[in-house]
């Protein structure tokens, strides 16, 4: 199934602009009694200048900021200070959701409750974290709301795998598939990683690990991450199974994905609508960064014979640089250790 291509928050980011209010519309929202009406007129009598509230750009519906919209109208405003969203609608209720959670007047259990059964039919492929992290609520909870929505839904979409908090996306029979990784490597020990995680229709990554576990004679199954009884304990065999030498560099090469790899734009794809990072600063600089370098071998080609020969050292010296800083951010990244999903 191929994840939403939606806007990104980013663009609820642009500057401010000031809308006529009769322009804007009643927004889709996750408040099942509508507007508390106390809290406009707290609002209108502050006499505080109230933050701009946030607009869906096709439909003019308003995502955050009824209560503000009302209090301006009480004020007998005729405009009012926006930013644009320029997402799908699924989209902008999941925003709507989120900014309702995380300030002004709190969602009611309910209300979060019937927003995330919502979000798991409009955003199937999100982990239960993932949407309870939008919703308020415990990922149990979201197990549970999943369940019965499929039980309401017989025949609904199925889904390979669920994009989780760290914007993997992992397969639902991912088990079963670290296990044909497995079998792959017994029976073909000179195969690369890209033709494993190829076959197995897994990460490179996750191939990666299957290997490094063979290798250290470890279950590779993840099932029980604590458990750490060696293959020959389990089988009742000294015999110490076939596992590659480790790799030389040139074997390193070849195993790692090309420059235009269809795994990385794969990766890329699914990093990018994962909420997590879309909807974080901090989650869009680093997938900034990502596309940045995400180039075709045809590109870097290009750039390598199009540089004047008197940069050429000082280029190659930068990019050494470059290469180890991400180096050695993948091993930080790596060593905070799997996200469940």
Do not use: Y
């Not at 979409?157 to 029979?173: E, Y």
């Not at 195969?191 to 191939?207: K, N, Q, V």
């Not at 030498?245 to 070849?254: G, H, I, K, L, Q």
């Not at 974080?280 to 900034?288: D, P, V, Y």
């Amino acid at each position: 199934m191929s994840t939403p291509k939606s806007g990104d928050l980013a663009d609820s980011e642009e500057a401010v602009t000031q809308v006529a209010i009769a322009l804007l519309n009643p927004g889709d929202s996750p408040r099942l009694d509508g507007e508390n009406i106390e809290h406009v007129r707290l609002l209108a009598e502050s006499g505080n200048e109230l933050p701009p509230i946030l607009v869906h750009r096709p439909t003019m519906r308003v995502i955050d900021g009824m209560h503000r919209l009302q209090a301006s109208q009480l004020r007998g405003d005729t405009t009012i200070n926006v930013r644009f969203f320029h997402g799908e609608d699924r989209d902008a209720f999941v925003l709507a959701v989120r900014s309702n959670v995380t300030h002004g007047l709190p969602l009611s259990l309910g209300e979060r409750t019937a927003a995330a059964r919502r979000i798991i039919v409009s955003h199937p492929h999100w982990s239960d974290r993932a949407i309870a992290s939008i919703s308020g609520i415990a990922p149990n909870t979201v197990a549970s709301l999943r369940r019965r929505v499929a039980r309401d839904t017989p025949g609904g979409t199925t889904i390979a795998g669920r994009i989780g908090l760290d914007g993997r996306v992992r397969p639902l029979d991912r088990e079963r598939r670290r296990q044909h990784a497995e079998e792959l490597m017994r029976a073909n020990p000179h195969s690369t990683l890209r033709e494993i995680a190829r076959r197995a229709d897994i990460s490179l990554g996750t191939a990666q690990d299957v290997r490094r576990r063979l290798g250290r004679r470890e279950n590779p199954e993840l099932g029980n991450p604590h458990r750490t009884t060696t293959l020959s304990e389990e089988t009742g065999s000294e015999h110490r199974p076939a596992v590659p030498e480790p790799r030389t560099r040139s074997d390193s090469v070849e195993s790692a994905p090309a420059a235009n790899d269809p795994h990385r734009e794969d990766i890329l794809d699914s990093l990018r609508s994962d909420p997590s990072l879309r909807f974080t600063e901090a989650g869009r600089s680093l997938l900034r960064l990502l596309q940045l370098h995400a180039l075709t071998a045809e590109q870097w080609d290009q750039m390598v014979n199009k540089l004047p020969a008197h940069c050429t050292e000082l280029v190659a010296t930068m990019a050494a640089e470059c290469a180890n800083t991400w180096s050695e951010f993948s091993e930080r990244v790596r060593r905070r250790g799997p996200m469940s999903a």
